[in-house]
């Protein structure tokens, strides 16, 4: 977030602070967390109230990378950590406003503002694993280290948070970064346009201003760690500036916070600061200002050796190009006190309301955290950590006993999605916390509650699951891979890993997600229609990778329907009836699907990546209660990839951009639910395309002695006779035939494999 208003101040005034630049060549520190969601917020074209668009994501990522790479330049991407004490209150309170947007969030609310997916990181991550891009996670908050790393190496930063016109280092703003790559003309190759802040600039009209006051100015105008009310009545004095020249009281306060820092040095500038206060307010809000100037300073830097770089690789001097920590030498209570005749403490009541639900939710049991016990892990925690293995919340868990869980858009009358982690949740913190000295408490975890608020609950510790005793995480990596699976296996409630054995390695985890998650629902079988979505939409991505990737109907036709027409019209002539035996390994349904069966079957997939339009006009027909039954799978999926993570793989990870569409399994699971039998309907849609109906009908037959209940199908009880609805349905797939024929053909010839397209379930079984 950095600090309010400082980015439409630079903007408003860009020529004066920004100049041209053109990035190739060159290394560029990237801010991980902020581009991973600038570049959905920017460029993707997903449907948000679905839950996550992720192969479309995905797409956009490599995009981004691959524009880099053409242009010579060297990502290194820095991922923050866990969360430090000073920024727990804004992470609850953005979990708070978040929260409160997930409620009232609608089909029509996407278009004014998105919402973050919840696997959003773990598809970025997957992307640059696959494009061989150089990342790390700090152990904490990445900012410094990013900006810290920039200045050593020369290089810009690329981020969209206005602490960066802060810290000093070269700064490229990403809503200046154009989209496509051009040629450069001066040196050959390829460039990308955009614009770059020298903190020089901002020196030159604010004569005076140098780089410790410019710490002290993110303190005045509050950042994540500051609120602003802090020093409402030191800006009391402040003379007032042409209210022309500025569009509203925080861009003014930003003008007059530069020219009073200018003319002191940073000691003059902390003494007028506090003199402002009484004295029993000094000594905290003293502390506050050398805590957030020390945290742009203090900047860690091990994680240069997870990027690749050893330490013989920066000379003395480049080492030493790094600002002193401040400590402020005077006394403070011997300041003369100038009065002012407002109370400088007061607060709107917006703010004063939520600051007291903030701190009412952080202080119903005294938060106890201890940094230091960082320190204390084992060597190969901190090594896999930096690597970016684990989620940034495992060291919350650790110092606090706290996490902060992430908000859905999900039903606000069911309990939030989380619930149905839990256990793995406690699991992950069973063996957290096994390597950690002391009593072993309870852990805590704030929520959405019953009255849509948030809340902090307790999750009960545990040092056993199912009798059995947890490993210490000292001795983690000593345990045999057959060990870490069954733990993982005893957690999912697994019984008979036989079962689980004949998937394909890519989609065990996600098909265990499903035996978990259906084993915590009550009633199973009102999930089915879930369950078979969840499958069905296995097969798109083996769609993919055969013809490419397509989720617009109408280019799908432009592009394929004479290529589709000549297959119907050759497989007609040839009376084309192949024979295929159910009684076959997944594997070997998977390597046997035809790729004209393919293109055959792509028309109806791709309709379903579309929205309905129906949807829009008629809001009441968008079904909440789909899209809460998916944010409860998708949670029990990211707490089960951590987990498997934390155990150091036993399991292959999924690969969320291949299996999970929610516009595709929104559509897929309303559909069905239409139907009075959902396999025939399936394969009905799949007739033209007998190898995939075939692997759908062995992918069931190896899931179903899993998911015990959840596949019964129960009759739906429908005001249409069943007759009726059967040629209804009929009729609309030789509807969609009709659709097919009709689009514009094309002279290109088919392209059955596309070397380029990493949607691969193939390939990942190849290996």
Known sequence: MGIPGLTTYISNDSERYLEHYALHDSYLVIDGNNICCQLYMWHVKCNCAFGGDYDKYAQCVRDFFDKLLICKVTPL????????????????????????IALRYTLSSQHRTKFLPLLLKEVFKDVMNERGIRYAQCIFEADNTIAAIARILNCPVLSYDSDFYIYGSLYIPFNTLEHDVVRNPTGGGYMKRCKIYRVEKLFRVYYGLNQSLLFLAAVLLGNDYVKQHMFKNFFRHLPQMDKRRFNNEQQRRINVTFQWLRRRSLNEAVIGILSRLRKQERKRVLNTIEMVINGYINAPLSVLHTLGFSAEAFSKASMQNMFKMYKFEGDIYNLTYIDEKTDETQLSDEEETEDKEIASILEERELVSNESLVDNLPKWFIHEFKQCRFSSYFIDLIIRKLYVCPTQIEDPSHVSSIHVSLKIIGVIYGLLISGVKGKKTNMEYITRDENKGI???????????FGCELPSLLNLRELSIVIRREIINTALTISNASYINEIPSNWMLYIATMKYWIGQQQEPSKFNCHVYALLFALLFNIIDYRIGLYRILSKFCQRFNKTVDNIRHQRKTTNYRPQYSNNATLADAIHEVNPDDCLLAAAFFVSNFEVDQKLYTQPKKFNITIVHGFAEFQNCLRHILNLNALLGYPYEPTKVATVFNGTLLYNLCSNFKKRDNVEVYINLMLQDSPSLSRLFNVLLSKVTPLLDTALEWK?????????????????????????????????????????????????????
């Not at 991922?79 to 309170?93: A, F, H, N, P, R």
């Not at 809340?455 to 699951?465: C, I, W």
């Not at 009709?738 to 088919?750: I, L, N, P």
């Open 455 to 465: 809340k902090r609950y307790q999750l009960e510790y545990s040092d056993n699951m």
């Open 715 to 767: 009759a739906n009880k429908c005001k249409k006779q069943k007759t009726k609805r059967y040629e209804k349905k009929k009729a609309t797939h030789e509807e969609n035939c009709e659709e097919e024929k009709m689009c514009e053909s094309t002279s290109e010839e088919v392209s059955f494999y596309d070397v380029n397209n990493p949607f691969s379930v193939l390939g990942a079984m190849q290996h």
């Open 77 to 100: 991407v820095l991922i923050d950590g866990g969360c430090e004490d000073k920024k727990l209150k804004t992470i609850v309170s953005r979990t708070k406003q978040k929260n409160e």
